[in-house]
């Protein structure tokens, strides 16, 4: 079982990683930190085949590991500090555990055959998809011109409609 030693102001703790470990501003998050500058769900810590790993949320001011914002999956080792916020998380070696070689991206899926020294190949640029925004609220621009024709349409046919009448009312309060 991995642990990890927090620090955030004067609150300091041991927080132990036996499966996914959501950190952030939510109540629900496995750690919940007061602080503005964190998403609901910011960064999960988890283990792959006994190792920690850190993964970034899709967090607005994002997660670092010792200094260097992350991007994909990254395995851990001990000493290894994660910034989320003011927070840092501190990999902490349990007697025992085996210590990984180096902090290395997590692959989620067999790694290809290594490429001949001869040969370049350059991948392709691969932009992620936007994620759509939240609507905040209020109605659609299309509807509120549909309203407001509808309203004028409203004035001037009773305008039109009434004016028989109000001619017919003045020429009978004029002698």
Do not use: W
């Not at 499966?19 to 939510?26: E, K, N, Y």
């Not at 609901?40 to 792959?48: I, N």
């Not at 949320?57 to 916020?85: C, E, F, R």
Request: charged fraction near 20%.
């Amino acid at each position: 079982m991995a642990r990890l030693l927090l620090e955030s102001g004067r609150e300091r703790r041991e927080i132990k990683v036996a499966g996914p470990l959501t950190v952030g501003r939510s109540q629900t998050a496995g750690v919940y930190l007061d602080d503005k500058t964190l998403s609901r769900e910011h960064t999960q810590f988890y283990l792959d085949h006994g190792r920690v790993c850190v993964r970034d949320l899709d967090s607005k001011n994002g997660t670092y590991l010792n200094g260097v914002l992350i991007k994909q999956p990254v395995a851990l080792k001990p000493g290894d500090k994660v910034k989320i916020g003011v927070a840092v998380f501190t990999v902490v070696h349990e007697a025992g555990d085996a210590l990984p070689a180096v902090s290395a991206p997590v692959a989620s899926a067999p790694r290809p055959p290594a490429v001949p020294a001869k040969t370049t190949v350059t991948a392709p640029h691969v932009t992620p998809a936007p994620r759509p925004r939240p609507r905040l609220g209020g109605p659609h621009p299309a509807a509120v011109l549909f309203y407001r024709l509808i309203l004028l349409g409203v004035i001037v046919g009773g305008a039109y409609l009434s004016k028989p009448l109000f001619v017919l009312l003045l020429n009978k309060i004029q002698p």
